[in-house]
């Protein structure tokens, strides 16, 4: 085996049997982690101003790991199956999804030395786990969770219906019960919209709230009804999830079966 390779053997997702992830694909992941610790910790002044060359360092260390990688990627997208000359394959890969992530997190890994305040930019890094993950085997299993759910999609626009229904009217009851009393907060239906939203989803932020016996009533049924339409759609979820894992286990028990039953006795 080529050095080009062994290298696409460990830097390309899905290359090891079963989507597995390879030893240096594992690193990559805990590296992207430490990045984005520091780069949290870096919007702290008391620990960003003493430790600034620390952190610059740092960052330097992962944006060449980073760079690194990007170009092994780059050098090793020959060895993908498929047509195309060697060139062709690696702008294949350039122009693709996956490609243009480790582009931005290497731009972003190389932000701090150009931009002043590039701390938000350094989330971004957690797209490349995404990636990684979005194509190793969890795949399979995101997959039969993702097609439970399409099952469930009328169960869910069901209870999102009901929701915007129930926000809907609390909005214009308050607007109807209070809104010459707090013009501010309930002087139009789109305004009491937000206190519907906040109230059907949360307890309310308490710096919109009625003042009146019906608008206190109306708030009630509004947080009562978020109260059960939340635990209606989490219901359906865990349902889905429960039986995307069992098809999963029973279709890994079927293929362990076959295994066993294609060994000559």
Not at 22 to 46: D, K, M, R, S
Not at 139 to 154: Q, T, V
Not at 162 to 191: H, M, T
Request: hydrophobic share 55%.
């Amino acid at each position: 085996m080529t050095l080009r390779a062994r290298l696409h053997r460990q830097l390309h997702i899905g290359s090891w049997p079963n989507g597995r992830l390879t030893g240096l694909n594992i690193f990559v992941v805990w590296t992207i982690l430490l990045a984005l610790l520091v780069g949290i910790v870096a919007t702290e002044p008391q620990i960003r101003i003493p430790y600034q060359r620390e952190i610059l360092i740092a960052e330097f260390v992962f944006g060449t790991i980073f760079l690194v990688e990007y170009l092994g990627r780059i050098y090793a997208a020959p060895e993908r199956e498929g047509p195309g000359s060697a060139w062709a394959k690696r702008w294949r890969f350039i122009l693709s999804p996956i490609g243009i992530i480790d582009l931005i997190v290497v731009a972003v890994s190389l932000a701090p030395f150009f931009i002043a305040n590039a701390a938000v930019l350094r989330v971004i890094r957690l797209l490349r786990i995404v990636s990684i993950l979005k194509f190793s085997r969890f795949s399979a299993a995101m997959r039969e969770i993702g097609a439970a759910l399409r099952e469930r999609s009328y169960d869910l626009i069901v209870c999102a219906t009901l929701a915007l229904v129930l926000v809907l009217l609390g909005a214009a009851g308050l607007y109807w019960v209070e809104g010459s009393l707090q013009p501010k907060q309930f002087g139009s239906i789109p305004r009491a919209l937000w206190w519907a939203v906040i109230t059907l989803t949360t307890v309310g932020y308490g710096d919109v709230y009625p003042v009146t016996t019906a608008g206190r009533l109306i708030g009630s049924i509004v947080a009562i009804g978020g109260v059960l339409l939340v635990a209606l759609p989490t219901g359906i979820v865990a349902a889905a999830f429960s039986d995307a894992m069992q098809r999963r286990r029973e279709a890994m028990a079927r293929a362990l079966e076959d295994m066993e039953g294609s060994i000559p006795e």
